[in-house]
C-alpha cells in the first residue's frame, strides 16, 4: 500500500495564478482532509470530506476550494494565490472520524 | 473548545538520556489521544495512541500513558538516539459536534538528540 500520496512535492506560484493539489489515499478510508502548516502556527486544517461527493469548510478555508468526486481523491485548489498562502500543505485520511489519521509527505508552496 | 498544550522546546538531549515531552489537553468527554512525530522535510506519521482511559500506548521505544484524571498524554523514552531528533506532536480529535474528527494538534516539540 502506498498509503496517501501528494503530487506535487514542490511548486512556485507567482500571484494570481491558480493550482490545483492532488491527494490519493489507498486505504478506502471515508474521510479525508487538507492542512496547512507554517512556523509558528502548527497545523491548520482548510477544507475536509466525510465522504466522496461531500466537502465541508475548516479553521482557514478563505482562498481555497476543494472536490471529492472519487473516495479516494481529495483535491485542493488555489484560485488565486497570494504570498500569504506560502506554506507546507499536508492531505490526511482517516477511517472514521475520531480515529487516527495518515498523512502524505506533502507540498511545499511559495507564492512570490 | 478542544485544546492541547505541550511542553515547550526545544529539547536538546545527549545520546542515551531519558526523554519527556508533556502533553495536557482539554475535550468533552474522552477522546482518543496521539502522539505523532515529523522528520525533517516529511510528513506527519502516528507514533502510537491510545483509546481510553488508562491505556498504554507504545511504539519504538516511546511510550505514553491516559491519564482521565491528570488530563495528560506525556511521551516517553527511557534512552534517546540521534535517529529520534524530529518534532512531536500530541493530538486529539474532536469527538463531537460538527468537526467531523478533526485533529486539535499541539504547538509541536522539536527535539535535537547529539552523539
Known amino acids: 500500500n502506498a498509503g496517501v500520496t501528494q503530487t506535487p512535492k514542490f511548486r512556485v506560484l507567482k500571484t494570481g495564478q491558480s493550482m490545483t493539489l492532488l491527494c490519493a489515499q489507498d486505504?478506502?478510508?471515508?474521510?479525508m482532509y487538507w492542512y496547512r502548516q507554517d512556523p509558528g502556527m502548527g497545523l491548520r486544517l482548510i477544507h475536509y470530506s466525510v465522504g466522496e461527493g461531500t466537502t465541508a469548510k475548516g479553521e482557514v478555508p478563505d482562498g481555497y476550494n476543494v472536490s471529492r468526486l472519487k473516495k479516494q481523491n481529495f483535491l485542493l485548489g488555489l484560485e488565486s494565490a497570494a504570498p500569504s498562502q506560502t506554506s507546507v500543505y499536508f492531505c490526511a485520511s482517516s477511517r472514521q472520524a475520531a480515529y487516527e489519521q495518515y498523512f502524505g509527505p506533502g507540498t511545499r508552496l511559495t507564492v512570490t | 473548545g478542544d485544546s492541547v498544550t505541550q511542553m515547550e522546546g526545544p529539547v536538546t538531549l545527549s545520546e542515551e538520556a531519558f526523554l519527556t515531552i508533556n502533553c495536557t489537553y482539554t475535550a468533552t468527554g474522552y477522546p482518543s489521544l496521539f502522539w505523532y512525530v515529523q522528520y525533517p522535510g516529511e510528513g506527519l506519521q502516528l507514533l502510537l495512541k491510545a483509546t481510553k482511559a488508562d491505556d498504554k500506548g507504545s511504539n519504538k521505544g516511546f511510550e505514553a500513558t491516559y491519564r482521565k484524571e491528570t488530563t495528560s498524554f506525556h511521551l516517553e523514552k527511557g534512552s534517546v538516539q540521534v535517529s529520534d531528533s524530529a518534532v512531536y506532536f500530541c493530538a486529539l480529535p474532536n469527538a463531537g459536534g460538527t468537526s467531523y474528527g478533526k485533529l486539535t494538534f499541539g504547538q509541536g516539540t522539536i527535539l535535537t538528540v547529539h552523539p
Open positions: 486505504m478506502n478510508h471515508e474521510y
